[in-house]
């Protein structure tokens, strides 16, 4: 493992323990709410869903609702979703397009910026008739590679900074603006929201709870990144396999799937896996501009890796240069111990731009053009609906996240019962850990602070 800090002073407090009680106690949920969630930068959803004047989402983050939706002048917006008469929440859908927000209630509306444009009756409003001041109340919002970041605090950094340069620099190659949304998931998990950042935050596990990853990733020569705020990121090299076990005699089946998705034959690497990488970095370069997907910027490594940059809070993002999975971990708004984990895939289509006639002409027979056929945006493609359940149903093999992250769902449940036991007090971490200190170190940080 190759270890990048921000600074030497993370070395430092790197190692140590994390107390089991805020993993348990409503107090901490409090603390966590004045000093982390209403102070961080926080991945509300995806610009793609606000790409036209009126189209809106709400983003309900625990003790809040927050309306976005993109202006007639073209401006994304994000208000609180609460109307200025009552109190009653404004919008009820989760997400479409509007001419304006009209309250349930009493009817009074507001425009798209916010502001109120019909109050019925308003003679009747004897001492003062609303007006500008009942506006919506705004929201910092900003836009990052196709992604709507919000932030509650009056005054917030920009989110640049709070991302900070060395992050953003080196995932600049990724243009995730460019990819569409494929599935749309939630799942209400049992355990509090920290236990699950914790999980996307280290490769101790995976020998022993993902044993598929031996077949396709090196979790030994990983890089971590720990980053100021609190993110923190992991590389991981693909196309391969854990040296910890045998080296396989031919290809796996995972191997086999993405040698034959570029066009390699995974009979010429029987007796030759360890070169299986390299030839992929090399065959993606090579076809890549013919399959419409432009690979300039990127490195030989990330043509063939997978990388997870987690920001913090909430979000885990995992990825290659041709799919996204933003993984979002959400509080219960009453209780500690309970917590919703949302999926969002993106998948990155071939753009005719790029490759010119290759996919314009495509569909000749030959082997190439039926990877550009399937790699073009169908004309009926439709946002996919979100798809909420129980981490039950992901137990009894109802609903799946893929099998990693079912894995996953299906331990938290455990951790957290474990966290209630008189037996254990706190948790002990180790070098691969270092990355669920870091998470921690700074919400201690945030919380000690006042935010």
């Not at 000093?35 to 009126?54: F, M, Q, T």
């Not at 040296?243 to 396989?248: A, D, M, T």
């Not at 010429?268 to 065959?283: H, L, M």
């Amino acid at each position: 493992m190759t270890i990048r800090y921000v600074n030497h002073t993370d070395r430092e407090h790197a190692i140590t323990n994390v107390g089991k009680q805020r993993y348990l106690t409503g107090t901490q949920l409090d603390a966590e709410w004045d000093a982390v969630w209403r102070k961080s930068w926080l991945i509300a959803g995806l610009a793609e869903d606000v790409a036209n004047a009126g189209d809106f989402f709400v983003f309900d983050i625990a003790r809040e609702q927050i309306l976005v939706t993109r202006t007639g002048a073209g401006d994304v917006r994000a208000y609180y979703n609460v109307c200025q008469h009552r109190g009653n929440l404004l919008v009820t859908e989760e997400r479409g397009t509007a001419a304006n927000f009209r309250c349930a209630y009493h009817a009074w509306t507001y425009d798209l910026e916010g502001q109120l444009s019909a109050v019925p009756y308003k003679e009747r409003f004897v001492d003062r008739t609303p007006g500008c001041e009942q506006a919506l109340q705004t929201v910092h919002v900003e836009i990052w590679k196709g992604i709507v970041f919000v932030n509650l605090d009056a005054d917030p950094m920009p989110l640049a900074r709070y991302l900070t340069a060395e992050l953003t620099t080196l995932l600049e190659p990724y243009r995730f603006e460019k990819m569409t949304l494929a599935e749309d998931q939630t799942v209400r998990l049992e355990c509090n929201w920290k236990a699950v950042v914790d999980n996307f935050s280290e490769l101790y596990h995976v020998d022993f709870l993902h044993p598929q990853h031996r077949r396709m990733v090196d979790c030994c020569n990983d890089t971590v990144h720990l980053f100021e705020n609190g993110h923190t990121g992991l590389e991981v090299p693909g196309a391969t396999f854990n040296p910890r076990f045998p080296v396989p005699a031919e290809p796996t089946d995972i191997h086999t799937a993405q040698l034959k998705a570029w066009g390699l034959d995974p009979a010429d690497f029987v007796g030759r896996v360890p070169d299986i990488r390299r030839a992929i970095q090399v065959r993606r370069r090579e076809v890549g501009r013919d399959m419409g997907f432009d690979f300039d910027a990127f490195s030989d490594a990330q043509l063939s890796d997978v990388w997870q940059f987690n920001f913090f809070p909430n979000c885990m993002l995992t990825f290659t240069p041709g799919h996204l999975w933003i993984l979002r971990v959400r509080p219960d708004v009453h209780d500690p111990e309970r917590c919703q984990l949302d999926k969002l895939s993106l998948t990155m289509f071939a753009d005719p731009e790029v490759a010119g006639d290759a996919v314009r002409d495509a569909g000749g027979g030959g082997s190439r053009s039926h990877f550009i056929v399937d790699g073009v945006k169908p004309a009926d493609w439709q946002r996919p609906e979100r798809d909420v359940f129980d981490y039950d149903a992901v137990i009894a093999g109802d609903k799946t996240m893929t099998d990693t992250i079912d894995q996953d769902v299906e331990l938290l449940g455990n951790v957290q019962r474990g966290m209630r036991s008189a037996g254990f007090s706190r948790t002990w971490l180790n070098d691969d850990e270092m990355r669920v200190q870091h998470f921690h170190n700074e919400i201690d940080r945030l919380i000690e602070s006042g935010g």
